[in-house]
T-cell receptor
Framework: NAGVTQTPKFQVLKTGQSMTLQCAQD?????MSWYRQDPGMGLRLIHY???????DQGEVPNGYNVSRSTTEDFPLRLLSAAPSQTSVYFC????????????FGSGTRLTVV | EDQVTQSPEALRLQEGESSSLNCSYT??????LFWYRQDPGKGPEFLFT???AGEEKEKERLKATLTKKESFLHITAPKPEDSATYLC?????????????FGTGTQLKVEL
């Protein structure tokens, strides 16, 4: 029972590089989302998806891109990394209506130098 | 715009010393109020969802309560393993799930 799996766990990028953070869930959840966590600011929503083929922006979407081609996968792309994107990134999934709460992955710690 | 404020930022308790964490919020419509626990280096772990003023939920030494303006997480006779950061969040229903607005958390340390 894997839940939500995020890869990689750690990554260092140079300014201007691009990369994809991977997220996969095996619970057949319709709803998936990406959050970033920064000290003193709490978790902030980047992008979310309510099902395959449907995505929308959250609170802090600039510099990030997402797609949802399958129910299981929801990758987050950094188009041109900036030091301001240094953060811990969490992927989460939820069953319909979200009443049971989100299941979060273990996070990707990203440093942009 | 939804706002969530948690207090205190940090709390140190002796084992067995009960206390409460506060989550106050302003919201424009009907929402769910979520509590999560986060251990260092890990993702948040779901604890409770509350929807209606007066609602209460319990799990082991934790009890969450909800009023129209705030929620409390009561910790009864805590143990060192309860040490963690506790997050509350407002959930805006969107399609099939929730968009969560998080507070900054309360870092709890329980000492022997």
């Amino acid at each position: 029972n894997a839940g939500v799996t995020q890869t990689p766990k750690f990554q260092v990028l140079k300014t201007g590089q691009s990369m994809t953070l991977q997220c996969a869930q095996d619970m057949n959840h319709e709803y998936m989302s990406w959050y970033r966590q920064d000290p003193g600011m709490g978790l902030r929503l980047i992008h979310y998806s309510v099902g395959a083929g449907i995505t929308d922006q959250g609170e802090v979407p600039n510099g990030y891109n997402v797609s949802r081609s399958t129910t299981e996968d929801f990758p987050l792309r950094l188009l041109s990394a900036a030091p301001s994107q240094t953060s811990v990134y969490f992927c989460a999934s939820s069953p319909p209506r979200g009443g049971g709460g989100y299941t979060f992955g273990s996070g990707t710690r990203l440093t942009v130098v | 715009e939804d706002q969530v404020t948690q207090s205190p930022e940090a709390l140190r308790l002796q084992e067995g010393e009960s206390s409460s964490l506060n989550c106050s919020y302003t919201v424009s419509g009907l929402r769910g109020l979520f509590w999560y626990r986060q251990d260092p280096g890990k993702g948040p772990e779901f604890l409770f969802t509350l929807y209606s003023a007066g609602e209460e939920k319990e799990k082991e030494r934790l009890k969450a309560t909800l009023t129209k303006k705030e929620s409390f997480l009561h910790i009864t006779a805590p143990k060192p393993e309860d040490s963690a950061t506790y997050l509350c969040a407002l959930g805006e229903l969107t399609g099939g799930g929730n968009k969560l607005t998080f507070g900054t958390g309360t870092q709890l340390k329980v000492e022997l």
